[in-house]
């Protein structure tokens, strides 16, 4: 399956297989420093009647055949997706709780985290503070001192499941120095 997939010039991001017999395959662009390309409905149908061909010789059983985008909150699982998102917000959950090495104001039970992903020293990191979110317009006194900031050292096999945070721009400001590829 990943062959076909590659083959059409696209990444396999995910593949399920439900109880129902329902196959789900998750597509995206391969990574392009710089240049941000997003699956489309077009997209989606090309590999859906390529796929359908390739499981009928294969004889793959399937009742459903489900061809998707990864969406706004995409599975981060390999060392390039972790590095094609750095300075983006992400949920990171932990395989086992941090334990007594969290230093500072985090529970040692804590296993699920949400911050910006950064390069640390010999592996990734996430960057976050606990600060709540102000509504619109709410001042804050100079005197109130900011909720430190917290460091979170990591390695991906320390990860149970690492995605982007669902973060929704309704303004469709972009990211500085990306720019979209034409289709």
């Known amino acids: 399956m990943d062959q076909t997939v590659t083959g059409l010039g696209y990444e396999l991001v995910e593949l399920e297989r439900s109880a129902g017999g329902t196959l789900r395959v998750t597509i995206d662009f391969p990574w392009q420093p710089g240049v941000e390309r997003y699956v489309n409905v077009e997209d989606c149908e090309r590999v859906t009647r390529q796929l359908q061909y ?3 010789v294969d004889e793959v059983d399937y009742k459903r055949l489900e061809v998707s985008s990864p969406g706004i909150d995409r599975p981060l699982r390999t060392e390039k997706d972790f590095e094609r998102f750095v300075g983006e917000v992400v949920d990171i959950t932990l395989k086992a709780p941090m334990g007594s090495a969290g230093a500072g104001q985090v529970a040692a039970n804590r296993k699920k985290f949400r911050g910006t992903l950064e ?4 592996g990734w990191q996430l960057v976050w503070s606990d600060e709540p979110a102000r509504p619109p317009g709410v001042r804050v006194s100079k005197k109130k001192a900011p909720a430190p900031v917290q460091v979170l050292g990591f390695a991906l096999d320390e990860l149970k499941d690492a995605r982007l ?12 120095g990306v720019q ?3 289709k």
Request: net charge positive; glycine share 18%.
């Open 54 to 56: 390739a499981l009928e």
């Open 180 to 182: 979209e590829q034409g």
């Open 119 to 122: 390069r640390g020293e010999g």
């Open 165 to 176: 945070a669902p973060v929704v721009d309704f303004k469709g400001r972009k990211r500085p």
